[in-house]
């Protein structure tokens, strides 16, 4: 199953008219989960127009997904989050599908649990942060896009998952403001929250320490 045309600045996309455009080289550039999350965003029956801008939207929107699962993962044991059966999925986005494989509403769903997930770990409740990343994890499953399933391994082992060197960057930054803040240099602390901030990262103090996440 695909999407009606895919147009490229308006018009029809076809080798005919020479405005084809290199999947591999969106893939290299976006990564494959991004490129699949951007062709779930309109119904099948749609046309789609296909521009670096809505690319560079589907990886913002999937950077999103990505910052929930690993704020969820540091607080969820994995043996907590064992069923991901279809029990798991709300029955909202179950409708959205079974409604002429509606992914537009059933991604409204998909997000909407990650807002409510993002809160709940602001929260520190830790029973509704399982249910919101069981639901979401089961949801990406449908969707053919958690990053944990075995069609997106080699993206893990290429060299192009950089999470580990944002974690370790951020933390670095964090620490700083800490330490800023521990002598009570506020601009300094300040300084580097907005630094975060111009890039899309939320920081926020909690009794435990200052926490970061994308800017929703």
Same mark, same amino acid.
């Given at each position: 199953?695909?999407?009606?045309?895919?147009?490229?600045?308006?018009?029809?996309?076809?080798?005919?008219?020479?405005?084809?455009?290199?999947?591999?080289?969106?893939?290299?550039?976006?990564?494959?989960?991004?490129?699949?999350?951007?062709?779930?965003?309109p119904?099948?029956?749609?046309?789609?127009?296909?521009?670096?801008?809505?690319l @560079?939207?589907?990886? @913002?929107?999937l950077?999103?997904?990505?910052?929930f699962?690993?704020?969820?993962?540091?607080?969820?044991?994995?043996?907590?989050?064992?069923?991901?059966?279809?029990?798991?999925?709300?029955?909202?986005?179950?409708?959205?599908?079974?409604?002429?494989?509606?992914?537009?509403?059933?991604?409204?769903?998909?997000?909407?649990?990650?807002?409510?997930?993002?809160?709940?770990?602001?929260?520190?409740?830790?029973?509704?942060?399982?249910?919101? !990343?069981?639901?979401?994890?089961?949801?990406?499953?449908?969707?053919?896009?958690?990053?944990?399933?075995?069609?997106?391994?080699?993206?893990?082992?290429?060299?192009?998952?950089?999470?580990?060197?944002v974690?370790? !960057?951020?933390?670095?930054?964090?620490?700083?403001?800490?330490?800023?803040?521990?002598?009570?240099?506020?601009?300094?602390?300040? @300084?580097?929250?907005?630094?975060?901030?111009?890039?899309?990262?939320?920081?926020?103090?909690?009794?435990?320490?200052?926490?970061?996440?994308?800017?929703?």
């Amino acid at each position: 199953m695909h999407n009606a045309w895919v147009t490229l600045a308006g018009e029809k996309m076809s080798k005919s008219l020479g405005n084809t455009a290199d999947v591999l080289a969106a893939v290299e550039r976006h990564g494959g989960r991004a490129i699949r999350l951007y062709l779930a965003g309109p119904h099948y029956r749609s046309s789609i127009e296909l521009s670096d801008a809505s690319l @560079a939207e589907a990886a @913002a929107q999937l950077a999103r997904i990505d910052s929930f699962l690993a704020r969820a993962g540091r607080v969820v044991a994995p043996a907590e989050v064992a069923d991901l059966g279809p029990a798991a999925i709300p029955a909202a986005f179950a409708e959205a599908m079974n409604d002429d494989l509606g992914t537009p509403g059933a991604l409204a769903v998909l997000f909407g649990t990650i807002r409510e997930g993002n809160s709940a770990i602001d929260a520190e409740k830790p029973e509704a942060v399982i249910a919101a !990343l069981t639901a979401v994890r089961a949801m990406l499953g449908v969707l053919g896009l958690d990053p944990a399933g075995p069609e997106w391994a080699h993206e893990h082992t290429t060299g192009g998952d950089l999470t580990p060197v944002v974690d370790g !960057l951020v933390a670095a930054l964090l620490e700083q403001r800490t330490q800023a803040r521990a002598r009570k240099d506020w601009p300094a602390a300040d @300084a580097i929250r907005d630094q975060l901030a111009t890039i899309g990262l939320k920081v926020e103090d909690t009794p435990t320490g200052s926490r970061w996440s994308l800017e929703n």
